[in-house]
């Protein structure tokens, strides 16, 4: 596949929350962060499966996730979802525009199909 | 407020603590009930998912209190240790503080004001831009208290409650019967706005899904309806993703009802238009008094990140993002915020209490960080700690330590510790390195080698 644009969210997860106090280096914070969700006419359309390595690309920078089913009706086309993390903020840039708060939601990113020896998962500093 | 049950007082005997505070989220529920063996909760009785987590997760740690450069060490060297990175530093920043009590907070500050130091909170990066619009619009605001006596229509904006605060809907906001709403959920009606489908749109009477960087334009539509200003439907349509009658049907809503209230989250602050955003739904807010009674909360979310803005509020004059280098407080997000001050590459030591910037700052931010002496203060390891030049393992506030925390709506509630953690507290950490700074400087040496910034 050629590389498509879509929009990023990240956002707050139960999963992401709660291992926050399990710790970052367990299981469960590295699972919930290191996943992308994406509609599941967008995966048939794009001819991606469930679990399929993924880069996503950035104007700052870029990390390679698995690809993740959104549930029927809950993320629209032309979007990502991911929970807040590591990976989310290797997408973000350090400028704040005068706010103090990078641009952490809402991010322009392309994708395109990588392969399983090039994901991220689990790779926490 | 905590009762023993079991077969004698041994150490092992069931504790039950009554009333106990969940700090993981802003919510700050005060009514758990925590079954205690030795160092460990068994039980969160009346917590939610996010809760039991906190609750069970924290027990006490096996390893050091202190590590420098990776080596376990003494308390006292490590307290020697940060205090010296921070009196010698040009440009310190202090930083996180919204996972500790308002006691370590105090003493944060008092530190920043003796070296001169950057202060600001995680507050920067998560409603930072609502602090900014705050002060420009000004809050039209209340209790989560009355929100519950009496909201009638209740709005999400951007926020996902469900999953960041579990028992907002429950507690505070959606299904308690209430004073003036004795009906409970029948009688309020509630409405989810976000770009997605959120779990929390689930339990919405009305969901809007709005074009994702379009708050601003959706925020106007609706100030421009809450005036009978005519907009052109069609940009409306076009810019929202949302057809004029939606809006004109939500604005027939928020007119008709008797108390209605707007939770707004980081879908808000986070996204394009940031303050801007914030500030279009303060004004939205202070319009809607014209026709009936609106108010409006941030959704905040760590447990004690409403009380940061307060204590440095307190102390300084202003929430977040200050600057004590001349020796009185300056005020300007984009500069003193953190992740400005570190991504412009312009401290030069740092302190991280109870934050995990190197996991979610940007990468220029953490590079410049990683490349810095820093100390960092937190119950568990994280990647911020792991690269600390000293690194403190700390006891939790509210399981382990006492003290106080602010509700989202800037209530202060007292904390009742479960058990004693072998660790020290942030406060006894900071106040270590308090008094040695104050002791250099009674005694003429003066912070940043040079002279005061």
Redesign the interface.
């Known amino acids: 596949m050629s590389e498509e644009t879509f929009i990023l969210i990240p956002g707050r997860t139960s999963d992401q929350g709660c291992g926050i106090s399990e710790g970052k280096y367990a299981r469960r914070y590295s699972d919930a962060i290191t996943a992308v969700q994406m509609n599941a006419q967008d995966m048939e359309r794009l001819g991606l499966s469930e679990g399929q390595p993924v880069r996503i690309r950035s104007e700052h920078g870029s990390v390679v996730l698995p690809l993740q089913a959104a549930r029927a009706d809950e993320l629209p086309q032309g979007l990502l979802f991911m929970a807040y993390g590591e990976y989310s903020s290797r997408l973000m840039g350090g400028e704040t525009h005068g706010s103090g708060m990078p641009t952490s939601k809402g991010i322009d990113v392309t994708i395109e199909a990588a392969e399983a020896d090039e994901v991220d998962t689990g790779r926490i500093a | 407020m905590s009762a023993t049950s079991g077969s004698g007082a041994t150490e092992d005997a069931l504790k039950i603590v009554e009333d106990a505070t969940c700090t993981?989220?802003g919510c700050v529920c005060d009514d758990i009930e925590l079954h205690v063996q030795k160092h460990t909760i068994v039980q969160a009785k009346r917590a939610c998912?996010?809760g039991t987590?906190?609750f069970?997760?924290?027990e006490v740690e096996d390893v050091p209190s202190c590590r420098i450069e990776g080596r376990p060490a003494s308390v006292e060297e490590g307290i020697e240790r940060a205090a010296e990175i921070l009196y010698e530093a040009r440009y310190p920043l202090i930083y996180g503080l919204s996972d500790t009590t308002c006691e370590s907070q105090r003493v944060a500050v008092s530190i920043a004001d003796w070296i001169g130091a950057n202060l600001?909170t995680t507050t920067?990066?998560c409603h930072?831009?609502s602090g900014?619009a705050f002060q420009g619009v000004g809050e039209v605001t209340c209790s989560l208290g009355e929100v519950r006596n009496r909201a009638d229509l209740i709005i999400f904006w951007g926020s996902?409650p469900a999953?960041?605060h579990?028992r907002h809907f429950t507690r505070y906001s959606l299904m308690p019967t209430g004073m003036f709403v004795p009906g409970g959920r029948k009688e309020r009606t509630c409405v989810v706005i976000d770009?997605?489908?959120?779990k929390s749109a689930r339990a919405a009477d009305l969901f809007i899904?709005i074009r994702?960087?379009k708050d601003f334009e959706a925020l106007w539509t609706l100030r421009a309806l809450a005036a009978d200003i005519e907009v052109d439907a069609e940009q409306v349509e076009r810019e929202t993703g949302q057809p004029l009658a939606i809006w004109q049907d939500l604005m027939d809503r928020m007119k008709a009802a008797r108390f209605g209230v707007i939770f707004f989250g980081?879908?808000l602050?986070?996204?394009?238009g940031?303050?801007a955003n914030s500030e279009a739904l303060l004004a939205l807010t202070r319009d809607m008094n014209r026709h009936t009674r609106f108010v409006c909360k941030p959704n905040r979310?760590h447990g004690n990140v409403t009380g940061a803005d307060n204590v440095v509020s307190w102390r300084t004059g202003f929430p977040?993002?200050v600057n004590l280098g001349r020796g009185y407080p300056r005020f300007n997000?984009?500069e003193y915020?953190?992740?400005?001050v570190l991504?412009?590459r312009e401290a030069d030591a740092a302190m991280i209490i109870a934050s995990?910037p190197?996991?979610?700052?940007?990468?220029?931010?953490?590079r410049h960080l990683q490349s810095i002496p820093y100390v960092a203060l937190d119950p568990?390891?994280?990647?911020t700690t792991?690269?600390a030049t000293v690194a403190f393992t700390v006891a939790t506030y509210g399981i382990n330590v006492a003290g106080t925390a602010y509700r989202m709506d800037d209530v202060p509630i007292p904390l009742r510790p479960a058990f004693e953690s072998p660790h020290p507290s942030d406060y006894e950490i900071l106040r270590g390195i308090e008094k040695r700074v104050q002791q250099w400087y009674a005694a003429g040496r003066r912070p940043g080698g040079d002279g005061h910034r």
Request: glycine share 8%; aromatic share 6%.
């Open positions: 993981f989220c998912v996010l987590a906190w069970l997760n924290h600001d920067s990066v930072g831009p900014m996902n999953e960041s579990p770009v997605r489908k959120t899904p994702p960087r980081m879908g602050t986070m996204t394009r940031k303050h979310g977040f993002g997000p984009g915020t953190a992740s400005d991504a412009n995990d190197m996991a979610n700052f940007s990468e220029p931010a953490r568990k390891e994280t990647p792991r690269a």
